[in-house]
């Protein structure tokens, strides 16, 4: 395989999409190679990088099955449950915190 061409922010040629793009328009890479390669540039640190898709290879999404949405149910369902107090917290728990807030702050008093 030869080097990828590269092209720089906003000059890439029509019918080359980032992942983001083509799942905008409800397309996968479908397992074809990267065809090119997307930077921006960034003061003083290394460039931005995104790699581009050929839309023409590009195949459709995937539909979601009965499977994967109750799949989908129950790993958003655990993200809620607090591993110290067993309760659903009515969000997801943020991995900063790894408990409840009412777990990670118990003495702090909560105004009714």
Known sequence: MGALPV???KFAPDGLA???QLRARGLRPGGQDVAAQLERPRRRRE???AYLYRVDQ???VR???PGRWAALA???AARRICPQCSRDAGYVIPASLGTCVTCAYPDTQHAA
Request: glycine fraction near 0%; aromatic fraction near 12%; charge should be positive.
């Open 7 to 9: 092209y720089r922010w």
């Open 18 to 20: 980032t992942r983001r």
């Open 47 to 49: 460039p931005l990088v």
């Open 58 to 60: 590009a195949k459709p």
């Open 63 to 65: 539909p979601m099955t």
């Open 74 to 76: 129950k790993a958003n």
